[in-house]
């Protein structure tokens, strides 16, 4: 799995490629990521998954961690570019409830609008 980081504004956008897995260290490194972010005042955050081939239930976890983690600081966190497989897990789970999702990025910055 590969992390990569960037900022729009007052959003951070983490672009997430592989799979968010327990036995690969995905879900352990998309958490160290979100920790970094959060510790250097970056509250508003973006996960790209459209590089996501699978998520497991450590994955998924770390997912609603990072969202916990975002809104106990004052900040959000939504999902761009879901995978088929990902969203039908994220009905499944009833999750899609609660992530705000986007399949463009300039309509996911554009939601933190009122945040800036």
Do not use: H, P, W
Not at 2 to 17: H, K, S, W
Not at 28 to 53: E, F
Not at 98 to 115: K, R, W
């Amino acid at each position: 799995m590969q992390v990569e980081q960037r900022v729009a504004g007052n959003v951070a956008i983490i672009t997430v490629t592989g799979d968010i897995t327990l036995n690969k260290g995905g879900d352990v490194m998309l958490k160290d990521k979100v920790q970094s972010l959060i510790q250097q005042g970056q509250k508003n955050l973006v996960i790209d998954l459209g590089g996501v081939s699978y998520v497991d239930s450590a994955g998924l976890g770390e997912l609603v961690q990072a969202y916990a983690t975002a809104k106990n600081r004052g900040g959000a966190l939504k999902l761009l570019n879901v995978t088929k497989r990902l969203r039908d897990l994220l009905v499944v789970t009833k999750l899609l409830t609660v992530f705000d999702t986007y399949d463009n990025e300039a309509d996911a910055l554009a939601s933190f609008g009122a945040a800036r």
